[in-house]
């Protein structure tokens, strides 16, 4: 129930605060993770990020505002943050299909999107596979990009940086690097995270060689990490948007552990007989701050 009582908090803030300032840093302090988990969780919970929902919100009261007040359109759009009356009034218009002065019209419809309220859905139909695992420190190398953060951005943005590393070469040069086959799977890491941007590698374990020519290296510190598996599919990818989304709306809520700012990975094996498995693993320690089981 604790999880409860935080994200209720959470919201508590959110609703006295959406004329004013809201403290993203402050929010993830109640929810007690860090700023850029605090905005994932939120967002694979809610299915909408955390800034949309405060959008939405906002816009919701400035509509009740019009309709219910002699109020001028200039001092609501400050009141709920906008710098000027022409961006309250783009906004305004893109949620309910009128302008701000139409929203005293008699007849009018406007949309109103109501304050969240969680509560802990009790379901036992699909198991979630993990275990804990320790790993030593080790080293990666690849090709990397910056993937934006917000919103559905990393859904596309990764797969097409993944499609982009194929058609190139990137990806044949990095198995022939690692010395794996023509078809050798590989894996990616989701590193150095910035709060609205984090770096996405497409690589694989540094050969005893060394450093391939060409690409970037990565040192992954020795860590706890409880690791998700997608289970057996014939598609490398199917399940991992879904699994991602199961862990922070399912897994992290109701565990003992919580997530810190560290490498996670996306790891692609192939189990032979045209048959795929994927992990996630996402650096944790448990919530009394000790790292271990």
């Given at each position: 129930?604790?999880?409860?009582?935080?994200?209720?908090s959470v919201m508590d803030y959110i609703e006295t605060h959406l004329s004013d300032t809201i403290?993203?840093?402050?929010?993830?302090?109640?929810?007690?993770?860090?700023?850029?988990?605090?905005?994932?969780?939120?967002?694979?919970?809610?299915?909408?990020?955390?800034?949309?929902?405060?959008?939405?919100?906002?816009?919701?009261?400035?509509a009740f505002d019009l309709q219910n007040g002699n109020v001028?359109?200039?001092?609501?759009?400050?009141k709920y943050g906008y710098e000027s009356p022409e961006a309250f009034s783009r906004a305004f218009k893109k949620m309910h299909g009128v302008m701000p002065i139409s929203a005293r019209d008699k007849g009018v419809s406007l949309k109103a999107y109501p304050r969240l309220s969680f509560h802990i859905s009790i379901r036992g139909d699909v198991e979630m596979n993990y275990k804990l695992e320790e790993k030593q420190a080790f080293e990666m190398f690849g090709v990397a990009t910056e993937i934006n953060a917000g919103g559905e951005h990393?859904?596309?943005?990764?797969?097409?940086?993944?499609?982009?590393?194929?058609?190139d070469g990137s990806v044949d040069r990095i198995r022939t690097a690692a010395g794996l086959g023509e078809n050798g799977q590989i894996h990616a890491v989701l590193y150095n995270n910035q709060g609205g941007v984090f770096s996405y590698l497409i690589g694989y374990f540094m050969p005893p060689s060394g450093l391939p020519e060409g690409f970037e290296q990565l040192s992954i510190p020795p860590q706890t990490?409880?690791?998700?598996?997608?289970?057996?599919?014939?598609?490398?990818?199917?399940?991992?948007?879904?699994?991602w989304r199961r862990i922070w709306a399912e897994w992290f809520p109701t565990c003992?552990?919580?997530?810190?700012?560290?490498?996670?990975?996306?790891?692609?094996?192939?189990?032979?007989?045209?048959?795929?498995?994927?992990?996630?693993w996402i650096p944790v320690v448990k919530k009394d701050g000790n790292v271990g089981y």
């Amino acid at each position: 129930m604790d999880w409860l009582n935080r994200m209720s908090s959470v919201m508590d803030y959110i609703e006295t605060h959406l004329s004013d300032t809201i403290d993203y840093d402050q929010l993830a302090r109640i929810a007690c993770c860090s700023t850029y988990h605090f905005q994932r969780m939120f967002s694979f919970i809610t299915n909408v990020p955390l800034s949309e929902y405060i959008r939405r919100r906002r816009l919701t009261l400035a509509a009740f505002d019009l309709q219910n007040g002699n109020v001028k359109v200039i001092d609501v759009a400050l009141k709920y943050g906008y710098e000027s009356p022409e961006a309250f009034s783009r906004a305004f218009k893109k949620m309910h299909g009128v302008m701000p002065i139409s929203a005293r019209d008699k007849g009018v419809s406007l949309k109103a999107y109501p304050r969240l309220s969680f509560h802990i859905s009790i379901r036992g139909d699909v198991e979630m596979n993990y275990k804990l695992e320790e790993k030593q420190a080790f080293e990666m190398f690849g090709v990397a990009t910056e993937i934006n953060a917000g919103g559905e951005h990393p859904c596309v943005e990764i797969p097409a940086f993944w499609s982009k590393c194929i058609s190139d070469g990137s990806v044949d040069r990095i198995r022939t690097a690692a010395g794996l086959g023509e078809n050798g799977q590989i894996h990616a890491v989701l590193y150095n995270n910035q709060g609205g941007v984090f770096s996405y590698l497409i690589g694989y374990f540094m050969p005893p060689s060394g450093l391939p020519e060409g690409f970037e290296q990565l040192s992954i510190p020795p860590q706890t990490y409880a690791v998700f598996s997608t289970g057996l599919y014939p598609d490398g990818h199917s399940g991992i948007q879904e699994l991602w989304r199961r862990i922070w709306a399912e897994w992290f809520p109701t565990c003992n552990y919580e997530a810190i700012n560290g490498p996670e990975f996306e790891m692609t094996y192939d189990r032979g007989n045209g048959m795929y498995e994927m992990e996630i693993w996402i650096p944790v320690v448990k919530k009394d701050g000790n790292v271990g089981y």
